[in-house]
Structure formats: structure tokens, C-alpha cells
């Protein structure tokens, strides 16, 4: 196999994680026997430093080019300064709509090992393995119009829900094709008892249901659903929601696993092109000090591998290598419950060495 993969380290923590992930890329390509073209970009608030734009032309075009993306994090309050539409988060938004990422995965699984690291009681999470499917390049946060006006002199500021049929069908349909492979349950998060366009999207999902009798398929409203979350989290499987909601829900969900630094996520296309990021952002506070935690990058390297590279044993293998790690006691600061004994602190290199060692590397 030879693909191409491009890095775009971003901000914060970004960059030093990826510095060490990419050497895991590169035992894997050596010890599989793969080629993995890798090229890097700018994307974010370094972009905007470098280029004055968050998504630069020529990043979008190697994205573009490439067969995968693999992306630190961008934003920091360095920009905060800056407009809405000049934020280094807008070239992220750029990335999932240039590439036209309908689909993003955010699996909250709970490995064995950190269930004291949840700040749920471990009988609630132990086990936990959820996977929320978020439809990423519709709803509020690319509706037209959006902006802040002067009436009377009074600001009021406006944004547009709005979702067409075919946006909803297709990402109910790669939810239900992914809860097939599953446990072949699917709950639908909406808000249809106010919202009419969530309305539309329960009455669009219940017609692709129609498609999928095998896969059990329920409704819930989502200020419930981010109830049950915390409540109940093992009765959900597969959660499909649109992007607002996918984007709080997921959040939610990440706390039960620990930390944020543990979580992988997968935004596809309709082929299986991918950008494949962990979910916790750039920790400026942090940054540049070896306390970032890579695992949730290298486990999204390991999505990269099942759903772009389809190389799924490449995937477990990585995965693997991660329980491998963690039952030997090693942790990030943000893993390490307070006062715990028999473990080992560690730094991002460190922990990221230990990976590469327990895959084989």
C-alpha cells in the first residue's frame, strides 16, 4: 500500500504530539510493509501568523491531494481577539466543508484500566464503548444568514438551523451502516418538540429506518439524551445527531472515558477519505512542556488505518499496543487519578515510546 498522508500539526499541543505520533506512523509503514507519503501544512492560528488566513489555499490544496488528513488541533487565546469568520477554528470548518467531511466518528470507550479516571462511579462506565456520529458540514454552524446587526440601537446577532433532506439521509444512512456492524442499535438525538428543523430530521430518519430492520432505531430529545449520558451511558451503542448537538453530546460523552486526551475522532467523506484529530484541543497551558497525552492521537491514527487504509488488523494492533501500555501503569498527568499507587508518571515522548515499543517498533 502507498498513501498519502498530510500533517497539519496546528497550535498548542498540537505540534509536539504530532512530532512523536509520526514516528509511530512510520514504525508501522516499516513493519507492515506500507509506504506512507507524509507531507505537513499550516492550518489554524499558526496559519494565520505565517499566511493571515486560518486555512491557507495551499493547505486546502494538499488536503485535497492526500488519501488522509491527520490534524493536532487549532485555536488559543492568542486569536481571540480576531472576528468570527478570521478564528483559527474557521480553517478547520474550511477543512471538513472543502473536503466535503459529511460524517464525523467520536468513539467514548472506557478502556478497563482508567475507570477510576471517570468521574462517574466505575459500575456506571466500566465497559463503556459508544460511538456518536455527528453530521459535520450542515446545520447552524454553516447556515446562511448568520451574522450581528444594529437595530434600534441595539445588537442582535443571528444564526440559521437549517438542514435539507439529503444531508439528513446520508448521514442516517452511515449511522445505521455503522450500528450494523455493531450491537445494531441507533438513537437519534433531536430537539423535534420545538425545532422544526429537527422535526424534518426525525421524520427523514424514520424513513431510512425503514431500510435497516435490523437495526433497532430510537428517538430521544437532546437535553434527555445529555441527561442519560451521565445517568445511564451503557444503554446507548450508536448515537446519530446533527452538528450543534454531536458537538455538546460528544463533549459529554468524553468526560465519561476520563479525559478528552483519550478520545480519537474520524471525520469522513462518502468514499472514505478522512481527517482523522484527537478531541482535546490545544491545552495551550501546557504546551511545549511534555504533558500532552498522544494517546488520543495515536488512536486516531489507528481509525485512519481501519476506516481510509482499511488495514482494520493494522488497527487493533495499534490499539492493542495502547492496553499494552496502560496495563503496564504508565500515565499522562491528566490520566493519573489523584493519590493512585503503582503507577508511573510519564510525558508525551515517553508515553508515545512506550506505544511504538509495544507494537513492535
Known amino acids: 500500500m502507498n498513501r498519502k498522508i498530510l500533517v497539519i500539526p496546528g497550535d498548542g499541543i498540537g505540534p509536539e504530539i504530532l512530532d512523536h505520533v509520526v514516528r509511530l506512523i512510520e514504525v508501522v509503514a516499516s513493519k507492515e510493509g506500507h509506504t506512507f507519503e507524509l507531507a505537513d501544512a499550516l492550518a489554524g492560528g499558526v496559519a494565520i501568523d505565517a499566511e493571515g488566513t486560518p486555512l491557507p489555499a495551499q493547505t486546502l490544496a494538499k488536503a485535497k491531494a492526500a488519501d488522509a488528513v491527520l490534524l493536532g488541533a487549532v485555536g488559543g487565546p492568542k486569536w481571540d481577539h480576531l472576528p468570527v469568520d478570521q478564528k483559527p477554528e474557521r480553517g478547520l470548518l474550511g477543512l471538513r466543508s472543502g473536503l466535503e467531511l459529511f460524517a464525523n466518528l467520536r468513539p467514548a470507550i472506557l478502556f478497563s484500566q482508567l475507570a477510576d479516571a471517570s468521574s462517574l462511579k466505575s459500575e456506571i462506565v466500566a465497559g463503556l464503548d459508544i460511538l456518536i456520529v455527528r453530521e459535520l458540514t450542515g446545520g447552524i454552524y454553516f447556515g446562511e444568514p448568520r451574522g450581528v446587526e444594529v437595530i434600534a440601537n441595539e445588537r442582535r446577532g443571528f444564526n440559521t438551523y437549517v438542514y435539507t433532506e439529503h444531508e439528513i439521509r446520508r448521514i442516517a444512512r452511515a449511522a445505521f451502516d455503522l450500528a450494523r456492524k455493531r450491537n445494531r442499535r441507533l438513537c437519534s438525538v433531536d430537539k423535534a418538540n420545538v425545532l422544526e ?46 452538528n450543534l448537538f454531536g458537538d455538546i453530546l460528544s463533549d459529554v460523552a468524553a468526560m465519561l472515558t476520563g479525559s478528552l486526551g483519550m478520545l480519537p475522532s474520524a471525520s469522513l467523506d462518502a468514499h472514505g477519505k478522512g481527517m482523522y484529530e484527537p478531541v482535546h484541543g490545544t491545552a495551550p497551558d501546557i504546551a511545549g512542556q511534555d504533558l500532552a497525552n498522544p494517546l488520543a492521537t495515536i ?18 494492533r495499534i490499539e492493542a499496543a495502547v492496553e499494552a501500555v496502560l496495563d503496564q501503569g504508565l500515565r499522562t498527568r491528566d490520566i493519573l487519578p489523584e493519590g493512585s499507587t503503582g503507577l508511573q508518571q510519564v510525558g508525551t515522548a515517553a508515553m508515545t515510546q512506550a506505544v511504538i515499543d509495544a507494537y513492535g517498533g
Do not use: C
Open 197 to 242: 428543523v429537527t422535526q424534518l430530521w426525525r421524520d427523514v430518519v424514520n424513513e431510512v429506518a425503514e431500510e435497516y430492520s435490523d437495526v433497532e432505531l430510537t428517538h430521544q430529545l437532546v437535553d434527555n439524551a445529555a441527561m442519560q449520558l451521565v445517568r445511564a451511558p451503557k444503554q446507548f451503542d450508536v448515537i446519530v445527531t446533527g
Open 299 to 316: 488512536l486516531s491514527v489507528a481509525m485512519m488505518m481501519r476506516y481510509t487504509f482499511d488495514l482494520p488488523e493494522v488497527a487493533a
